[in-house]
T-cell receptor, first 112, second 115 residues
Framework: GNSVTQMEGPVTLSEEAFLTINCTYT??????LFWYVQYPGEGLQLLLK?????DKGSNKGFEATYRKETTSFHLEKGSVQVSDSAVYFC???????????FGAGTQVVVTP | GAGVSQTPSNKVTEKGKYVELRCDPI?????LYWYRQSLGQGPEFLIY????????DSGLPNDRFFAVRPEGSVSTLKIQRTERGDSAVYLC?????????????FGPGTRLLVL
């Protein structure tokens, strides 16, 4: 079956530091890949997505590239802010109708 | 516009009781999904509706769980004979159409606690 593995948190870093959250997957077929974010006290919201190999998703300074050869979709941001403190979820779907499978989430804490 | 709303935001019940959780999707969204999120875990798929019909209920854990969407808009997740293990945050999401590349918009969730 399909699965998503992401690095365990919490990840603690200082403002303006570089952030990487690793995400790897196993899937049958060709999945679409997503990063969702959950800010404190808020619901899940889509951060970025990529639907085919070598696509790069980007939003709010975050980027992730769909790497089929390494089955990865690592999330990066060059300079984090305190407001980026949240839980980040990597997810995939292989179903034509969009059923999502999530990783366990990675908590990121950015300190001033 | 209004996002996905879920009621109640919190529900405390006793073991063995029946509960209903409601989801109001974004107007015009034909696809609706229910997920369950246990503490420290990512959401897990429960059921998906396309219009009024449950197109995939493979994630429902057992026959105590049931969901409906009678008019193709609001959906209700029903749990009979609740157990302590049902305690979790129940999330609803909707999308304009059911497709792998479509964005799903999530509600704030209903936090269910079974005592």
């Amino acid at each position: 079956g399909n699965s998503v593995t992401q690095m365990e948190g919490p990840v603690t870093l200082s403002e303006e530091a570089f952030l990487t959250i690793n995400c790897t997957y196993t899937a049958t077929g060709y999945p679409s890949l997503f990063w969702y974010v959950q800010y404190p006290g808020e619901g899940l919201q889509l951060l970025l997505k990529a639907t085919k190999a070598d696509d790069k998703g980007s939003n709010k300074g975050f980027e992730a590239t769909y790497r089929k050869e390494t089955t990865s979709f690592h999330l990066e941001k060059g300079s984090v802010q305190v407001s980026d403190s949240a839980v980040y979820f990597c997810a995939l779907t292989t179903d034509s109708w969009g059923k999502l499978q999530f990783g366990a989430g990675t908590q990121v804490v950015v300190t001033p | 516009g209004a996002g996905v709303s879920q009621t109640p935001s919190n529900k405390v019940t006793e073991k063995g009781k029946y509960v209903e959780l409601r989801c109001d999707p974004i107007s015009g969204h034909t696809a609706l999904y229910w997920y369950r999120q246990s503490l420290g875990q990512g959401p897990e798929f429960l059921i998906y509706f396309q219009g009024t019909g449950a197109a995939d209920d493979s994630g429902l854990p057992n026959d105590r769980f049931f969901a409906v969407r009678p008019e193709g808009s609001v959906s209700t997740l029903k749990i009979q004979r609740t157990e302590r293990g049902d305690s979790a945050v129940y999330l609803c999401a909707s999308s304009q159409r059911a497709a792998s590349e479509e964005t799903q918009y999530f509600g704030p969730g209903t936090r269910l606690l079974v005592l």
